[in-house]
T-cell receptor
């Protein structure tokens, strides 16, 4: 039973570019959340998708956007990249409200 | 608003000694509480969760945590540390109907031989 898978594992971009990160949820899960983890910090909630709609959003600018597909997989898009966007981006999936979230190994994004 | 404070960014114990990682939370509604572990270059793995059932929660790898409402605490313990327990530990809070997790800053656990 595959867990949460994220791609790519590492990515290097320059300031001003755009990036797309991908996530496949654990089998049977229908809800996907994205988190940003800066070096030495705890993860910060970006947003959550359920039934292909953004259900909750954290305190992140509109440069951060996402999408959920009918097969429950999800993408995180970041436009106009800033140096401060360098971080580990974690995807988590779950089934139903109140159920624990299962995390992928993340995508490490470096901005030069 | 919800928040989590983890006391001690770095905890060091000897192999075989008691592990105690502290977590205090703030929540205006009954909380769900979680402990996650993160090994280097990996994502987060769920250790245990509290969702308003028993206040003493047992998790994987011999860890347990006790929910104390009067102290707004959810400290993580393990009776005997093992070298493989060395990792970063995160406490997190959410509430029913909102799966958004609010994490603490993390505690790095080091095990001395």
């Amino acid at each position: 039973d595959a867990g949460v898978t994220q791609s790519p594992t590492h990515l290097i971009k320059t300031r001003g570019q755009q990036v797309t990160l991908r996530c496949s949820p654990k089998s049977g899960h229908d809800t996907v959340s994205w988190y940003q983890q800066a070096l030495g910090q705890g993860p910060q909630f970006i947003f959550q998708y359920y039934e292909e709609e953004e259900r909750q959003r954290g305190n992140f600018p509109d440069r951060f956007s996402g999408h959920q597909f009918p097969n429950y997989s999800s993408e995180l898009n970041v436009n106009a990249l800033l140096l401060g966007d360098s971080a580990l981006y974690l995807c988590a999936s779950s089934l139903g409200q109140g159920q624990p979230q299962h995390f992928g190994d993340g995508t490490r994004l470096s901005i030069l | 608003a919800q928040s989590v404070t983890q006391l001690g960014s770095h905890v060091s114990v000897s192999e075989g000694a008691l592990v105690l990682l502290r977590c205090n939370y703030s929540s205006s509604v009954p909380p769900y509480l979680f402990w996650y572990v993160q090994y280097p270059n990996q994502g987060l793995q769920l250790l245990l969760k509290y969702t308003s059932a028993a206040t003493l929660v047992k998790g994987i790898n011999g860890f347990e945590a006790e929910f104390k409402k009067s102290e707004t605490s959810f400290h993580l313990t393990k009776p005997s540390a093992h070298m493989s327990d060395a990792a970063e530990y995160f406490c997190a809070v959410s509430h029913q109907g909102a799966q958004k997790l609010v994490f603490g800053q993390g505690t790095r656990l080091t095990i001395n031989p």
